[in-house]
């Protein structure tokens, strides 16, 4: 048993639990097992730190502080300020932005701070400038339904979802394909790289209030500054969701054309993927945005999460210290020796390899749909995601893809070595994978055959490839 503070903090936590609710404290310590023991590829996965996970386990957790610092709807938020300032000066240090505004839940949730944002700053609405110089009990019927028609159906150009691009870009089953007219740019279907005259082109005949660039599929670096001369080009807001590569923004891996801040309006990013922090989102912008991103609670949020927003601090003063650029150089190292693996191997790689933290498997090459290339790999430990390619025949749900990344291997200290390892396990169970049929004979796009010894002895080399990375080294909880 050791007796240092973390394994003491937690091992005291989950028997606080476990006299309330001991299957709570069971899934809790049953969940750190299943980690520690999985060669977690999720790209948009992480670890965070045990400060930062300490940061949330408290009596932050039962305050109400709707609104914002300084200005709140309830009395008694002098700590949550003083957490909610901390969180967004860090922020701001660390990415060089003018204002900061910590309180979205989630990544879905910032961007909905933002749309509302731009909307707020950018639609010539006299019904709107009503609302806000006056109390709204003195809108009229017919003011309210001006301000619903002058707000509603304005438009967004965001990277297509077969092209890596986020449902909350536009996506038709999420609520932005529907409040917005929405186009979507593709990728070249070559090179699979973003045809930035063919951005231009969409932007010039469609002319988007809203330009939106970031993926959560996309191998490669986006240059901002194009895309910022592209939206000004046409009088568009140029947002960018970095909440995949905010880590690598932040360790300075992204500079110049390649970091979004200097060359957005509006940047969001979550908190939890690779820049190592609690579950949660951000939006980063410039003063002329700033008084509408305030607006975010009540406007767009619920309240807000105090505990996380200690956590965000906790963990934004982590990433602002030196070795932080080193782990965000480490994932990107990391990605393209996993990906020179896997081409090495015969694997075919949307784009053809990766600069960032994130590789593209076209599992069609091996007969495979993503979805049985997913379920393939888990059984054999390895946790992926499937994920569409460019024009994916396969769709969304099926597809043809499989995406995997490297931010979590990398926070327990795999490097180039075990990332060549991982290839080959990988490669070793998709060669091995066929694809089954259905009960009347027919192809199936989920049945898939894999032998399972083959499944258990990559599981086993997947562990044992672990092994001497311990994942929460620090925690003890026998
Ligand atoms: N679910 C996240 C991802 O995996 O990329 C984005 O919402």
Partial sequence: MSHNAES??????????????????????????????????IASENYASPATLLAMGNWFSDKYAEGTVGRRFYAGCQNVDTVESLAAEH??????????????????????VAFWAILADRVESPALKKAQVRQVNDLTEADWFALRRELGNQRMLGMS?????????????????????????????????ID??????????????????????YPRKVNFRIMREIADSVGATFMVDMAHFAGLVAGKVFT??????????????TTHKSLRGPRGGLVLCGPELADQVDRGCPMVLGGPLPHVMAAKAVALAEARRPDFADYARRIVDNAQALADGLLRRGATLVTGGTDNHLVL???SGYGLTGRQAEQALLDSGIVT???????????????????????????????????????????????????????????????YVLDPATAESVGKQAADLLTPFPLYPEVDLT
């Avoid at 005949?205 to 993926?215: D, H, M, N, Q, T």
């Avoid at 390649?258 to 990013?269: K, S």
Wanted: hydrophobic share 40%; no cysteine; glycine share 10%.
């Fill in 256 to 269: 110049g054309d390649f970091d979004p801040v200097p060359h957005a309006h509006i940047v969001t990013t």
């Fill in 8 to 41: 003491t903090a937690f091992r005291s936590a989950l028997e606080v639990i476990r006299a309330v609710e001991p299957r709570v404290a069971d899934a809790i310590s049953a969940e750190l097992a299943d980690q520690r023991e999985s060669l977690k590829l």
């Fill in 385 to 447: 995601n499937r994920n569409a390619v460019p024009q994916d025949p396969n769709g969304a749900w099926y597809t043809s893809g499989i995406r995997i990344g490297t931010p979590a291997l990398t926070t327990r200290g795999l490097g180039a070595t075990e990332m060549d390892a991982t290839a080959e396990l990988i490669h070793t169970v998709l060669t091995q994978t066929t694809a089954g049929t259905g009960p009347d004979g027919a192809p199936s796009k989920a049945k």
């Fill in 161 to 193: 979802l077969d092209a890596g691009g986020h449902l909350t870009h536009g996506f038709r089953p999420n609520i932005s394909g529907k409040m917005f007219d929405q186009r979507s740019y593709g990728t070249d279907p070559t090179t699979g790289l």
């Fill in 361 to 363: 498997i076209d599992v």
């Fill in 196 to 217: 930035y005259d063919r951005v231009a082109e969409a932007a010039r005949e469609f002319r988007p209030l809203i330009l939106v660039a970031g993926y959560s599929a």
């Fill in 91 to 112: 922020a701001k240090e660390l990415f060089g932005a003018a204002h900061a505004y910590a309180q979205p839940h989630s990544g879905i949730d910032a961007n909905l």
